[in-house]
């Protein structure tokens, strides 16, 4: 297995689990109570939709990461 494969791999695993990721997100369509902050007062942000988020926030810079390396053709 040479270095192209392993990054090719990552990639590709990357962008399943991305994927996964973003389809179990919560939906945070306010509406128009959203214009005006009404929403803020009455919910607080879970841990786990705090993890959750840097998860994705991580595996979107690791698939962003490998597809500029593979296109560069830097490996």
Avoid at 40 to 55: H, M
Avoid at 56 to 64: C, D, E, M, P, Y
Wanted: charged share 10%; glycine share 8%; proline share 1%.
């Amino acid at each position: 297995m040479t270095i192209d494969q392993l990054v090719e791999i990552i990639s590709i695993v990357s962008a399943i689990l991305l994927i996964v990721l973003v389809l179990l997100h919560s939906p945070k369509s306010d509406g128009l109570g959203g214009l005006s902050g009404q929403s803020e007062l009455f919910s607080s942000t879970k841990t786990a939709e705090k993890n959750l988020n840097r998860i994705t926030w991580a595996l979107g810079l690791v698939f962003i990461s490998s597809t500029i390396i593979l296109s560069a053709g830097w490996v």
